[in-house]
């Protein structure tokens, strides 16, 4: 397996995951969606602007995953990590995270910080299982009309609508 930064010469692998990525975010959310590669595309093309360092793994020459960081110096943000389904739970993702923890030891922090959607159980698993596990913040909005909340989820005395 190889990890490596990528830059614009590697736009239409990481597309194709970014594409595949969306997809799967929307799902969390019951909203199923089809691949947008002209939307990923733009994406990548920002996130190379930005400046965000963007880390991929490839097995036999094919890209399995990709990995993209914010750096908000001192603080380093995983923007979003994801691995084909057939690669998952074979260390790719670790491999990925790896670059992200020494990018901010770089920095001289000990933490990286994390974006998780609260119905992502296979990522949150991924960060326990790398000592991540201090909720660090609430991301909170009004309903989106038509949404429909299931679910109540309470925060010390805060009950919030899921």
């Given at each position: 397996?190889?990890?490596?930064?990528?830059?614009?010469?590697?736009?239409?692998d990481i597309s194709v995951l970014i594409a595949k990525f969306r997809v799967e975010l929307?799902?969390?959310?019951?909203?199923?969606?089809?691949?947008?590669?002209?939307?990923?595309?733009?994406?990548?093309?920002?996130?190379?602007?930005?400046?965000?360092?963007?880390?991929?793994?490839?097995?036999?020459?094919?890209?399995?995953?990709?990995?993209?960081?914010?750096?908000?110096?001192?603080?380093?943000?995983?923007?979003?990590?994801?691995?084909?389904?057939?690669?998952?739970?074979?260390?790719?993702?670790?491999?990925?995270?790896?670059?992200?923890?020494?990018?901010?030891?770089?920095?001289?922090?000990?933490?990286?910080?994390?974006?998780?959607?609260?119905?992502?159980?296979?990522?949150?698993?991924?960060?326990?299982?790398?000592?991540?596990?201090?909720?660090?913040?609430?991301?909170?909005?009004?309903?989106?009309?038509?949404?429909?909340?299931?679910?109540?989820?309470?925060?010390?005395?805060?009950?919030?609508?899921?």
């Amino acid at each position: 397996m190889l990890v490596r930064k990528v830059d614009e010469g590697n736009k239409r692998d990481i597309s194709v995951l970014i594409a595949k990525f969306r997809v799967e975010l929307k799902s969390y959310k019951g909203i199923y969606s089809k691949e947008n590669i002209v939307a990923a595309q733009e994406e990548f093309s920002e996130y190379i602007a930005s400046g965000f360092p963007i880390y991929a793994s490839y097995h036999n020459e094919e890209c399995v995953g990709y990995m993209v960081c914010r750096v908000e110096e001192p603080v380093v943000w995983v923007e979003s990590l994801y691995v084909v389904e057939e690669m998952r739970r074979n260390g790719v993702a670790s491999l990925m995270y790896d670059k992200a923890e020494t990018l901010a030891k770089s920095y001289g922090e000990d933490t990286v910080y994390n974006y998780v959607h609260p119905n992502n159980d296979g990522m949150i698993r991924f960060l326990a299982k790398h000592g991540y596990d201090v909720l660090n913040l609430i991301e909170i909005r009004k309903k989106i009309p038509d949404e429909a909340l299931t679910e109540k989820i309470t925060v010390r005395d805060n009950v919030f609508n899921y």
